[in-house]
């Protein structure tokens, strides 16, 4: 279903105004159900990306030197904003990356929640003082870094923008954001809802574009000092390179394999329910999705048959639908490398659920989610990241080999564990290589804590103090308290 209010044209946002690309040049924007183009968006290079930048730098001075409690103010706006938008922000979503209309909506309040929740960081934020004895004082300073530069994958996109928007407004930098190219809609609303809220224009420029172009433009640009990116590790690799020439500050938010660990104590039927939200939520294409399923080898046939049979009775279908458990995936290109792997699953494990797309919808990027046993630790699926619909089973029969599977792959970016031993359960969380974990729980975040991942899932933190860690440049000031004492170079009495 279409909602109202699509435009028919995508345009950059800089120093307030909506603009063309400078050598006018645009791209198709398709939606991923008629995967036909609803909107052509504004294609960006090098000379849009420097507009950005020189707006996001006039703009600077005022906003940076706000003091944190009127930025607070301007953030609790645009949460206000985005609030009174949120029917249209959700339905925008759910058009055009495919997520499910429940699902979009959910997001949508947790990119306002994402304002408030940075709004009051920076009020509560304290600066750091150490005292040696009764020489020396040294305190900390911290100023916002400048210019900062932010790359945003396609799921769950308005979220993902407004989880780094929202820091780096409340440290007091100035920014250029670049969203993804195969869902620009959502951002098409920043805009109004920054005009609304009374953010400064230039404050926040967007430019549209493809990664290669518009992204490595803001990559490259040397009066960016930091480049805030979540994407595949891939790209996040390319983009690590291209920063090194000048030296930039870099978080990393990259792709996951993440392993659920289910031992025979567990309370089965909330893992169950666990691993299915986990795995086939926002249609899978999810970084911290558990798509490794590791079940210990008593209840493994049982805990696989009903993850199958689960599977396989999920609701399917449009996107707009509220009853829709699985929307579409979001692009064609994406639909045909997640059924490569699904291709690939059926020669490396038993497949028990999915693996096509569901009869009753012959058009759109839709996949039954899928479910593969027996999967072998050096099996393409097992390794790399589908980000669809797909899982893999597989079993362990001891602690320690559970730990070595949930370990065997590059990535480390979350982990689930569900036991009723709570004292095996935190062993565990301290062995297994990850950013990020659960037990006995699901996906469940506090915006309070260190977000990111180890090994090939990324870079630094993000979340809470991280996030404003990231965005400030901290300065140590050091001062006497009374006499400080000094080695007499070449005083001869
Ligand atoms: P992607 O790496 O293809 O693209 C991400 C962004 O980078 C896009 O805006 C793209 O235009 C841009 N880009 C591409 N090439 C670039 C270049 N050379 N220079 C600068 N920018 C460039 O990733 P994707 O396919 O959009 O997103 C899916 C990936 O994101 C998955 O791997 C997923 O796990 C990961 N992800 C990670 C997290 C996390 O928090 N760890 C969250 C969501 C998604």
Redesign the pocket.
Known sequence: MRPTGLPDAIRHWIGGTLLDSADGRTFEVADPVSNTAYARAAAGGAADVDRAVAAARAAFPAWSRLSNRARATVLHRVADAIEARHEQLAEFESFDSGLPITQARGQARRAAENFRYFADVIVALGEEAFRQGEEQISYVVRSPAGVAGL?????TPFM?ESWKLAPALAAGCTLVL????WTPLSASLWPDIFAEAGVPAGVVNIVHG???EA??AL?DHPEVPLISF????D?GR??IRSSAQHLKTTSM????KSPVVVFADADLDEALDSVLFGVFSLNGER?TAGSRVLVERPVYEEFARRLAERAAAIRVGPPSDPATEVGALVHPEHYARVMHYVDLGRKEGRLLAGGTRPEHLSGGNYLQPTVFADVSRDARIFQE?I?GPVVAVAPFDTEDEAIDLANATQFG?AAYIWTSNLSRGHRIAHAVESGMLWINSHNVRDLRTPFG?VKA??VGREGGAHSIDFYTESKIVHVALGHVHTPRFGARS
């Open positions: 790359i945003t994958p396609w799921n993902l670049k969203p993804a190219e493809i990664g290669e992204g490595q990559v979540t994407g595949s590790t790209t390319h983009i938010e990259l792709g996951g970084c990241e980000f970016l991942g899932s990324g």
